[in-house]
């Protein structure tokens, strides 16, 4: 994304993280905390769409995360919904990012990434506009196990990207919650880093309450800049 597509896109909703606590670090009065996206630490590796970081499960977070996977895979649409949203796309002229498909056609890929929450990857019933101020289209592809948020890649007709959240399906019809009343937030500038700063989260959120192996120095070197703001009271 260039630095005028990105600036484009951050015109047209506000940026926000939401995501469960990091214990001891990072507090959250709900499942999902608000947080103010310009206070996350910054993501130091450098994303490529070869996925070169995403590394297998350490075995017990695998094996605990197994019954959700199950789960997941009889409630998620991708198997009968996700070839037929792409070739939408195509046929719309909307320019799908190659990392996209590629990580959403590869079970083993999504299976390296664990949710606290029991969240999974999922494909939407249809695309749909985004709602205003935005002027492009909208994918869902993760949803919280009980709905209580959904991810959605948004597509601007230039072909930038992004990745926005709603606590609403807004590509399922729903006369009392119609389009047009949901609020979007920003909550990553591409694919790529929204799934890297998600797994990463969460794969410091099970070492802090499993305590199953130290953190490596990329978790120690996040966690870091919640250290430091502690120290100066920011």
Sequence with gaps: MTGSDHKEI??????????????TYRE?????????????????EALDGSFTWLKPLDVAIAQGMQPY???ARDRSALET??????????????????????????????????????????????????????????????DDQQWCLLWYLYVEPSGAHAVVVSDQ?????DPERPLATAELYLCAPDFETFLY????????????????????????NYLR??????STGS
């Design 10 to 23: 951050t015109a047209k909703y506000r940026w926000a993280w939401f995501a469960p606590e990091l214990p």
């Design 28 to 44: 959250a009065d709900a499942t999902y905390g608000y947080f103010d996206y310009a206070e996350l630490p910054p993501i130091a």
């Design 69 to 71: 996977w199950a789960d």
């Design 81 to 142: 919904n996700l070839e037929p949203t792409l070739e939408e796309a195509a046929e719309q002229g909307i320019n799908i990012p190659e990392v996209f498909g590629r990580f959403m056609r590869s079970r083993d890929l999504q299976e390296r990434i664990p949710s606290c929450t029991a969240c999974y990857f999922d494909a939407p019933e249809r695309i749909v506009e985004a709602p205003t101020p935005g002027a492009g289209k909208l994918v869902r592809f993760m």
């Design 169 to 173: 399906a807004l590509d399922v019809d």
């Design 197 to 220: 700063r998600f797994w990463l989260e969460n794969c410091i959120w099970f070492v802090l309450t499993k305590r199953h192996r130290s953190l490596t120095p990329i978790e120690a």
């Design 225 to 230: 800049h919640y250290e430091q703001r502690k």
